[in-house]
């Protein structure tokens, strides 16, 4: 063999070595992962997974559900976690900390290698700047949030990402061990019970002494996982005990299962089989597979909506997150009843748009807001009767404007870009659907602000209040009332329904999200931030579809003057006069 095929060969084995080592994403053995994963944690006022735990605390320090620690190894979240709890020296490596703007880095004052400005870095490369960090953070969270700048915004959520650090590294957050009281509602973190004067119970001691063990055997494979499965018992045990274990198996199904990505999957596949069917509208093999790509993905999101409510013991609707989800689902499933009645392809066109808009938005929701989407819920929503009912009943009247808004787009935008062969065939049966829901989406609306007003004299005292949601309700209803009557006194006619339902769109948007924006209401558990962009980007798109509508509209009567006008004589005519 020659010297150079040797060479060859030896630079080839290096390198599937090296990319074998690399691929070894784990630190931790798969059953030492399996048994972290199914630990019981208390936080945020439930018991969950450690697994779900450490996904949703990685992707509010990441931006994402992996890191990759100073060895090049891919992390998951448990394996993250572990590294934290039981391994914090190495954790402080890893580049888990998401820093949106280099100018942050620059106003700590710590000077790094050539970076791109939105780069992910450790908790040593930060440690240099993190007095001046906490310094500037302190200063900066006096502000209100609308008047923070970027920068300044990205410092204080910095400093809040790294105390969390910090404290899961010190065991102060992660609440693992369950008390012996079964009235007693909080549990323990291994740092409360270290520090504790009080004495331990017997199920508290023996979990503690098996949690420092396993900490102390790391390092050490087969000893680290004989001391947490120890550690594994104990908290099971005393999670059974309190009745707060049974549903953390079917939790880390629901998330492993992954039945959301599944369902955008089959969505999308359907969009494009829908596209085809356009371009080819003979080939019947297109819609059916169009039409059971459709169904399939609306069967999956149903089914994590019936898993989600089984899991919480709640109805369907109880978080904005939700809402997305629901929304997503009532649209699709309400399309596709109708695509049924009249296999025009228009209905089945609208149903698999929505529902993988719907999906991206609910996925990029989860990622702004970076909690966990199936929260303990605040007191005012602690009750599934209005939960079931006025929730449920006006996210149904959110769901139907929103189908409304995009089938009369459709109609709009085909006015003006569709082909002429479209007009007859497919325009009037567009009016129609856009007729249809309107009305059961404001059927859904009234009976929704209505169940709303006597919810709130149950907790208020009073029926209506001028509470901002309270008038973004009352605008849909007001909003659809105006078009139907319209429609019905003659004022307005198929083009102009279809204008009008699609410019109602923004108002459900602004009455399901942009009262969120104003911060102020009786409804604070629905605050949210970061939106704005998206809801303002929605807004731009509807009205432009109205600006072509109107065009469109302009067009169509230039085209009909001219039909109708009098022909002009010929020159023999002429001259004959």
Known sequence: MSAWLRRLLALALCLVTALGARG?????????????????????????????????TLLRLNGKRSAEDADGRKLTPTAWLLDVLFDPEHAAGTRAFLVQDAEALEAIGVQLDERRKRDRYSYRELEPGLSKLFDLAHQYDALEAAQRSSVQSQIVTLAENVLLFARLSRQEIVALIPPPDARTEAWNTPAELRASSKPLSTAQAGALAAFERAFDSTG??????AALERFHHHAVVGARLRGEY?????????????????????????????????????????YATAATLCGVGAALLVAVIV????????????????????????GVLIALVIEAIGRQRLAL?????????????????????????????VAVLDTNFWLATHVTAITIGYAAGMLAALLASFYL?????GPRRLERQHFAALSRMVYGVLCFGLIFSLVGTLLGGIWANESWGRFWGWDPKENGALLIVISQLVILHARRGGYLREHGVCMAAAFAGTIVAFSWWGVNLLGVGLHSYGFTSGIQAALWS????????????ALAWLLERRRERVAHAPAEPSTAQRRAA
Request: aromatic share 12%.
């Open 349 to 377: 066109s609208a149903a698999v748009v929505l529902g993988a808009l719907g999906l991206f938005v609910a996925h990029g929701y989860e990622v702004l807001d970076k909690r966990d989407t199936m929260p303990a819920l």
């Open 538 to 549: 929605y807004y731009g798109a509807q009205w432009s579809i109205c600006g072509l509508g």
């Open 246 to 286: 049974d549903k953390i198996p079917s939790e880390r199904a629901y998330y492993r299962a992954n039945l959301l990505r599944w369902s955008l999957t089959a969505f999308l596949l359907a969009f494009a089989s829908t596209a085809l069917l356009w371009l080819a509208p003979r080939r019947k093999w297109l």
């Open 307 to 330: 898993w989600r409510c089984i899991l919480r013991e709640r109805p369907p609707v109880s978080t904005l997150y939700e809402t997305k989800l629901f929304v997503t689902a009532t």
């Open 220 to 225: 050490r494979a087969a000893a680290f996982e």
């Open 413 to 417: 935008l085909a006015k003006l870009l």
């Open 24 to 56: 070894q994403s784990e630190r931790w053995t798969p059953r030492a992962l399996e048994l972290a994963g199914s630990l019981p944690v208390q936080e945020g006022g439930r018991v969950k997974p450690l697994e779900t735990f450490a996904s949703f």
